[in-house]
T-cell receptor
Framework: NAGVTQTPKFQVLKTGQSMTLQCAQD?????MSWYRQDPGMGLRLIHY???????DQGEVPNGYNVSRSTTEDFPLRLLSAAPSQTSVYFC???????????????FGPGTRLTVT | AQRVTQPEKLLSVFKGAPVELKCNYS??????LFWYVQYSRQRLQLLLR??SRESIKGFTADLNKGETSFHLKKPFAQEEDSAMYYC?????????????FGTGTQLKVEL
């Protein structure tokens, strides 16, 4: 299993450009999520999905869109990039059910995005 | 609402010294607590969860409901323990899969 994969690893955008960060998992997990990681802020939830066709907002959703057309893929779209979106983005996945003590979110390697 | 607080941004210890990374939480229901570790420029990975009461790489953490804490401890720090550590919480039941993370503590083990 490849686990959770993300592309690209690095990206530089100009203000106003749009792009899509790709995330895929091969573990048949229902739950997928996007976080951004900023110094001193920890990980903050952007959007999440509990299954194909179902998405919801997290803590910091403004400026980002998501869709979930398949169980495997959960792309994150930046509509009009701003310098405040310079960050490291992590995708994660997990099962939505299971006995207590077995829960784990699996993370991708991250995408380092710089907006100039 | 749930909240996780890690009061230390940076903790520096000497090799062989004891380590304690602090984590306090706020949640009205029953929580499930986790510690995640991120080695330099790598992905986050689960270190341990309170329900399992396991010891991983010499680290342990006990949930103290009275003090609402889940501090991470290791008796003797090793150089390879240098990393960023995140405490995280999710509702034990009925709250879905959303993890709430603390702001993280950078552990630096010096020789």
């Amino acid at each position: 299993n490849a686990g959770v994969t993300q592309t690209p690893k690095f990206q530089v955008l100009k203000t106003g450009q749009s792009m899509t960060l790709q995330c895929a998992q091969d573990m048949n997990h229902e739950y997928m999520s996007w976080y951004r990681q900023d110094p001193g802020m920890g990980l903050r939830l952007i959007h999440y999905s509990v299954g194909a066709g179902i998405t919801d907002q997290g803590e910091v959703p403004n400026g980002y869109n998501v869709s979930r057309s398949t169980t495997e893929d959960f792309p994150l779209r930046l509509l009009s990039a701003a310098p405040s979106q310079t960050s490291v983005y992590f995708c994660a996945s997990s099962y939505t059910s299971g006995r207590a003590g077995s829960y784990e979110q699996y993370f991708g390697p991250g995408t380092r995005l710089t907006v100039t | 609402a749930q909240r996780v607080t890690q009061p230390e941004k940076l903790l520096s210890v000497f090799k062989g010294a004891p380590v304690e990374l602090k984590c306090n939480y706020s949640y009205s229901g029953s929580p499930e607590l986790f510690w995640y570790v991120q080695y330099s420029r790598q992905r986050l990975q689960l270190l341990l969860r309170h329900i399992s009461r396991e010891s991983i790489k010499g680290f342990t953490a006990d949930l103290n409901k009275g003090e609402t804490s889940f501090h991470l401890k290791k008796p003797f720090a090793q150089e390879e323990d240098s990393a960023m550590y995140y405490c995280a919480l999710k509702p034990l039941t009925g709250g879905g899969n959303k993890l709430t993370f603390g702001t993280g503590t950078q552990l630096k083990v010096e020789l």
